[in-house]
């Protein structure tokens, strides 16, 4: 077995990358009642003064409108300006809509398409699995290659089950749909997947503002075990030592950005990456970013 790594360094910059900006404090807030949900840009901000009805500006931001106390009202004020703002080319609609709540854990304030969570910088969830077989060797990693029509890393390698938590499912809901779903992973099996944590950050990107928490969880797989494709959404999956994927993530860009993350809490857990390395703390603070 390979000595555990002790050079930082490959690791880090991955949770760099997916924490690209220092501070959101040139957003505007975004609110629904008292919480603050999100982060919105200034060009988003005056599309959003056009619907005077379902958004007030004051000195602490952009709130949804005080008569809108329910969850399904305001799911619908909602709707109707994501319809409005992706004619105007300001998102893009998914069809799936997220719980949007304050913190991970608090109450669900409304749902919104999957497509305008970060042009609303509201915080997404969800689900990774870390798909595992115990060897004589060391740990092996089911790992899948994403689908070259994906409209996020295409064709980059990913866990063995992963997917955005849609709205009403918890996390664990979630994973049993996306485990069949993606990998042919039967329920059952599926059911016995251990959570382990979750890693969180705050990304940057061109549709706004990424907050995004992954619940992570690890499965052991059965040695004759052999997850298949279900939908289109990966093309394949391999079984591969748990060293050689960490030496692909500390190498290159081949892994989905936020796959890198769950990898590396995988690798501290299991003592892949020396915990006595200098800066291991560090490493292990910069995987949670998300309040």
């Known amino acids: 077995m390979d ?9 880090e910059r991955h949770i760099a990358a997916c924490n690209n900006i220092a501070s959101p404090s040139h957003l505007i807030r975004f609110r629904i009642g008292e919480e603050q949900v999100g982060w919105v840009g200034t060009e988003l901000a005056r599309a959003l003064a056009f619907y005077p009805r379902e958004f007030h500006f004051d000195e602490r931001g952009v709130a949804l409108a005080g008569r809108l106390r329910a969850p399904g009202a305001r799911s619908e004020a909602l709707a109707t300006a994501v319809k409005g703002l992706a004619g105007r080319g300001h998102l893009t609609i998914r069809h799936e ?3 949007v709540r304050a913190t991970p854990d608090g ?25 595992y077989v115990r060897r004589a060797d060391g740990l092996h990693l089911w790992v899948g290659w994403r689908s070259r029509t994906k409209p996020v890393a295409p064709g ?36 016995t997947a251990v959570p382990v944590g979750r890693v969180s950050y705050i990304m940057a ?15 052991e797989l059965p ?10 959404e990966v093309e394949r999956f391999a079984l591969l030592p748990a060293a050689a994927v960490m ?45």
């Open 223 to 232: 040695e004759g075990f052999v997850p298949r494709p279900h939908d289109d």
């Open 107 to 131: 109450p669900v304030l409304a749902r919104l398409d999957r497509g305008a969570m970060p042009a609303f910088g509201a915080m997404s969830q969800g689900v990774h699995v870390n798909g």
């Open 97 to 99: 809509d997220f719980d």
């Open 247 to 291: 030496q692909v993530l500390r190498e290159s860009d081949r892994i989905k950005f936020n796959v890198n993350l769950v990898l590396i809490d995988f690798f501290l857990r299991h003592g892949l990456i020396d915990p006595r390395a200098p800066g291991v703390e560090a490493l292990r603070a910069g995987l949670d970013q998300v309040g």
């Open 205 to 219: 990107v061109p549709e706004g503002l990424r907050r995004d928490v992954l619940h992570c969880y690890d499965l």
């Open 156 to 191: 980059q390698m990913d866990n063995v089950v992963a997917g955005g938590i849609p709205a009403g499912l918890s996390p664990a809901e979630c994973l049993v749909k996306e485990a069949g779903e993606e990998a042919s992973i039967p329920p059952e099996l599926a059911a």
């Open 3 to 11: 000595a555990p790594a002790t050079d930082l360094a490959p690791f």
